[in-house]
């Protein structure tokens, strides 16, 4: 009895202080990532992307905000890549200058 009591304890997870937050923009979807209840960061269109393209479909959004988030909780930057884009099959559209 004494180790389920203690297994209960220690295989809960913890409360995590970051949550995500989708958000609909005019043509998709963005994302905020909320740190100790308060907005940490504002994300409207897809990072890395020349200009102000928005996510295609909220999963999209989600997963690219879930990268993020992966990245605060391992104290990196949480900078995201064209790279890591492609990687995870975000859809964008590639600018092209005259």
Same mark, same amino acid.
């Given at each position: 009895?004494? /180790?389920? =009591? ?7 997870? !913890?409360?995590? #202080?970051?949550?995500? !937050? ?5 043509? =998709?979807y =963005? *994302? ?5 209840? !308060?907005? /940490?960061?504002d994300? #409207? *269109? ?7 393209? &928005? /996510? ?6 989600? !997963?690219t ?5 992966q990245k ?9 890549? &064209?790279d890591e884009?492609?990687?995870m ?7 092209? /200058?005259h």
């Amino acid at each position: 009895m004494l /180790f389920s =009591g203690i297994c209960l304890i220690t295989c809960q997870k !913890k409360s995590n #202080p970051i949550d995500i !937050k989708i958000t609909q923009q005019k043509a =998709g979807y =963005g *994302y905020q990532i909320i740190k100790n209840k !308060k907005t /940490f960061i504002d994300q #409207p *269109y897809i990072p890395a992307i020349a200009g102000e393209q &928005v /996510f295609k479909d909220s999963l999209q959004a989600m !997963k690219t905000a879930s990268l993020v988030v992966q990245k605060i909780e391992n104290s990196s930057i949480p900078r995201i890549s &064209v790279d890591e884009l492609d990687s995870m099959k975000i859809e964008y559209e590639i600018q092209k /200058f005259h």
